[in-house]
T-cell receptor
């Protein structure tokens, strides 16, 4: 079975440009999470969706970040405009059911903003 | 402020040694998970514990959930180079369906 699929795997962009990260969760999973990982702050939850509905976006850094989940098989995380401090690895993860069940992570999107 | 603090943050040991990683919080969790993350990959689940005082063993790895469900430990016996990676604990709550990750412990096992 295919796991969580993220794209792009690596992206280098200039400050001020728009960045769109994409995620395809595991089929049948009803929860989707976006995390950001940096050396300084570790793994931070940005937003999570349950049944395509955003439940908690309190981790989204600021208005420059937005996330959508138009259907059960696709989600995007957009940064506009991007800044150097947004450089990080962004992980998408999905889960079936509720807390306590396994969260499956994608391989991450490595973003560098110069 | 991190909800879950892990210690130590970095650990470098010789092959064959034993080690313990700690995950502590002032909050109560309904479940706690341990993940291992290798460079260039996403975290992969090792174990889930849900009952206070629960102990689970996975080959050379022993996981314990604190009685009060606020802390957990991971003990590795006779560490091997293949154990090298970032170990993350994550606490879940029944309300809100959220999962909070710890600060992480980076383990290096030297052959």
């Amino acid at each position: 079975d295919a796991g969580v699929i993220q794209s792009p795997r690596h992206e280098v962009t200039e400050m001020g440009q728009e960045v769109t990260l994409r995620c395809k969760p595991i089929s049948g999973h009803n929860s989707l999470f976006w995390y950001r990982q940096t050396m300084m702050r570790g793994l931070e939850l940005l937003i999570y969706f349950n049944n395509n509905v955003p439940i908690d976006d309190s981790g989204m850094p600021e208005d420059r970040f937005s996330a959508k989940m138009p259907n059960a098989s696709f989600s995007t995380l957009k940064i506009q405009p991007s800044e150097p401090r947004d450089s990080a690895v962004y992980f998408c993860a999905s889960r079936q059911g509720f807390s306590g069940n396994t969260i499956y992570f994608g391989e991450g999107s490595w973003l560098t903003v110069v | 402020t991190q909800l879950l603090e892990q210690s130590p943050q970095f650990l470098s040991i010789q092959e064959g040694e034993n080690l313990t990683v700690y995950c502590n919080s002032s909050s109560v969790f309904s479940s706690l998970q341990w993940y291992r993350q290798e460079p260039g990959e996403g975290p992969v689940l090792l174990v889930t514990v849900v009952t206070g005082g629960e102990v689970k063993k996975l080959k050379r790895l022993t996981f314990q959930f604190g009685d009060a469900r606020k802390d957990s430990s991971l003990h590795i016996t006779a560490a091997q180079p293949g154990d090298t990676g970032l170990y993350l604990c994550a606490g879940g709550r029944n309300t809100g369906n959220q999962f909070y990750f710890g600060t992480g412990t980076s383990l290096t096992v030297i052959p």
